[in-house]
């Protein structure tokens, strides 16, 4: 079954909005291109995938996902993550493909031995739709959906009952599988907590994220270091 998957992407300079109680646009930037780099790079070894399609608005992007098996789509409207996939969508039924698999920028720890086994199971099993949850048991992490325009996707706040429901209304055959890799997604400085002690876990992964996450680190440092002039002076004996 040829599939391609889709992964929709925001300027990287507006993406994380709401990590900004805790980071600047510098450091949010660095982040969501650093998370983009290595779900880019862990699709490339998915060996169930015939080609990644991207789908931004932002020249940033596009000089990063440029590469062997790689396509940018450029997302018109701009207008959220359902849009863009759309967008995606519509290239892979173009290109001919059978099945599409969403996945968004900003799940670091994808693994593509676990990518194969999810699309070789939908296979097998004759799954229309497979949606996989994020930590929360509420949002969605990835979707299969094949063909695919087999049904529109609603990503946001509680889109994995959403999803479901969709299936069922049109009467597809669906799954809810838990992706381990794939539940960890950055959204609140809650998440950016919880991917980091998962890093601690995981050393293998996301090589990019880690450097962005210690860059983090040495810059918070850095500023709370006390000043030569603060800093205890030894006593006189």
Do not use: W
Not at 23 to 48: C, N
Not at 96 to 118: A, F, I, N, W
Not at 136 to 142: E, L
Not at 166 to 187: C, F, K, M, T
């Amino acid at each position: 079954m040829r599939t391609a998957a889709i992964l929709p992407i925001k300027s990287f300079g507006a993406a994380k909005q709401r990590l900004s109680p805790m980071l600047g646009t510098g450091a949010r930037q660095a982040l969501a291109q650093a998370m983009f780099s290595d779900v880019l790079g862990s699709l490339r070894k998915v060996d169930g995938l015939e080609s990644i399609t991207v789908v931004s608005a932002d020249p940033a992007v596009d000089a990063a996902a440029r590469g062997k098996g790689v396509t940018v789509v450029v997302d018109p409207s701009e207008s959220g993550q359902s849009d863009a996939t759309v967008e995606g969508i519509r290239h892979a039924l173009a290109s001919g493909y059978d099945r599409v698999l969403l996945v968004p920028g900003d799940t670091p720890l994808l693994c593509p031995d676990e990518l194969d086994s999810l699309l070789v199971r939908g296979e097998a099993d004759g799954m229309q739709v497979v949606i996989v949850p994020d930590r929360h048991g509420s949002g969605t992490n990835a979707l299969m959906i094949s063909p695919p325009d087999a049904f529109r996707p609603s990503f946001g706040p509680d889109s994995l009952n959403r999803h479901v429901t969709l299936a069922q209304e049109a009467g597809l055959r669906h799954s809810v599988e838990e992706v381990p890799s794939l539940s960890h997604d950055v959204d609140t400085p809650d998440d950016l907590s919880a991917l980091a002690d998962a890093l601690e876990v995981r050393r293998a992964v996301a090589p990019n994220t880690r450097g962005a996450l210690r860059q983090l680190d040495r810059a918070r440092a850095s500023r709370f270091a006390p000043e030569a002039d603060d800093a205890p002076q030894a006593l006189e004996v």
